[in-house]
């Protein structure tokens, strides 16, 4: 079964700092990995989609790698701000069959404040 | 620009009444699914369905029921609501559950089952 785990649970920061949390999963035959941002009270909102061939994908401060044979990502942010705080969620996907068709796995996320 | 969008946001139902959460997406995805989120547990699969007319259940769907008329929505439905329910819920979409492809969520349904 695939399991998904993120360290740290949660990081606090002064602004600035560069700063990376750490997604893992137990089973590597998985077709993509996201990364989302969820706001308190809030949904989901992707950042970053990493397919399996893929390495790495960036999207302005957000750096996201992906070692699949390790079941390893990270997802690297830049020049951290305020307005970074929010809790980040990776899931991957795997495709599945029968009850698990389609569904994505999440980690628990990290909560992430950055601190004026 | 609407993506996935849910309705309603906040709801407070009594223990035995039901409920339906809607959710409609503009994007013609023929993947759409149900997730429940609870503290300290993550996100879980409750139903799902690849197109319309046909839907089958995920990982946790006593308790609830769907259906999927039209391709554009997927109503999520509660017959005897528990206090169990209590639980934030999203909709998501994708294209199809093959691979390369990317999920879209929508901004959830508080529920509060009293």
């Known amino acids: 079964k695939q399991e998904v785990t993120q360290i740290p649970a949660a990081l606090s920061v002064p602004e600035g700092e560069n700063l990376v949390l750490n997604c893992s999963f137990t089973?590597?035959?998985?077709?993509?990995l996201q990364w989302f941002r969820q706001d308190p009270g809030k949904g989901l909102t992707s950042l970053l989609l990493i397919q399996s061939s893929q390495r790495e994908q960036t999207s302005g401060r957000l750096n996201a790698s992906l070692d699949k044979s390790s079941g390893r990502s990270t997802l690297y942010i830049a020049a951290s701000q305020p307005g970074d705080s929010a809790t980040y969620l990776c899931a991957v996907f795997i495709g599945g069959r029968g009850s698990t068709l389609g569904r994505l796995y999440f980690g628990r996320g990290t909560q992430l404040t950055v601190w004026p | 620009n609407a993506g996935v969008t849910q309705t309603p946001k906040f709801q407070v139902l009594k223990t035995g009444q039901s409920m339906t959460l809607q959710c409609a997406q503009d994007m013609n995805h023929e993947y759409m699914s149900w997730y429940r989120q609870d503290p300290g547990m993550g996100l879980r699969l409750i139903h799902y369905?690849?197109?319309?007319?046909?839907?089958d259940q995920g990982e946790v769907p006593n308790g609830y029921n769907v259906s999927r008329s039209t391709t554009e929505d997927f109503p999520l439905r509660l017959l005897s609501a528990a206090p169990s329910q209590t639980s934030v819920y999203f909709c998501a979409s994708r294209t199809n559950p093959g691979r390369n492809t990317e999920a879209f969520f929508g901004q959830g349904t508080r529920l509060t089952v009293v």
């Open positions: 089973d590597s035959a998985i077709y993509n």
């Open positions: 369905s690849v197109g319309a007319g046909i839907t």
